[in-house]
């Protein structure tokens, strides 16, 4: 189960986001927001970091006008990894170096078609398993 949530800037992409699951036979709770209506994202990253922290939701995707504040609010909850990434490349990278458990995305950043294909390949490449990279994620814990 993937967890999802945007504030008003991202709204329009995670309904994208949201076809492309539901295409694909990818189950997610949606946890706001509901509308393009002004709103605080802090609250949809928490919501959406706690799902994943917990162990409720393997996965989730949080999308702001940028990516960078709901990121940074996402961080801030224990055992979470979210990366803003604005290309295949970033989101292949950080699964499988950083074990990222959270994708990032900005809805005034990157469009639909290519916001797609990041998810897909955030969604579809697992950890690498490699020790270095255990190793600095233990570090990256430990601050």
Do not use: W
Request: aromatic share 6%; hydrophobic share 35%.
């Amino acid at each position: 189960m993937i967890a999802l949530g945007s504030d008003h800037g991202g709204y329009e992409l995670k309904q994208e986001i949201k076809k492309y699951l539901d295409e694909t036979g990818i189950q997610y709770k949606d946890f706001g927001c509901n509308s393009t209506e002004s709103c605080d994202y802090p609250e949809y990253a928490k919501a959406v970091a706690q799902s994943v922290s917990k162990g409720e939701c393997e996965k989730g995707i949080l999308i702001c006008g940028t990516g960078i504040g709901i990121s940074m609010a996402a961080n801030k909850v224990k055992g979470i990894r979210a990366a803003v990434c604005t290309d295949c490349f970033m989101a292949e990278a950080t699964r499988l170096h950083n074990d990222a458990n959270i994708l990032a995305l900005g809805g005034r950043v990157v469009g639909a078609g290519l916001a797609i294909k990041i998810t897909d390949t955030f969604l579809n490449t697992e950890f690498s398993g490699d020790e270095r990279h255990k190793r600095r994620i233990s570090q990256i814990e430990s601050v």
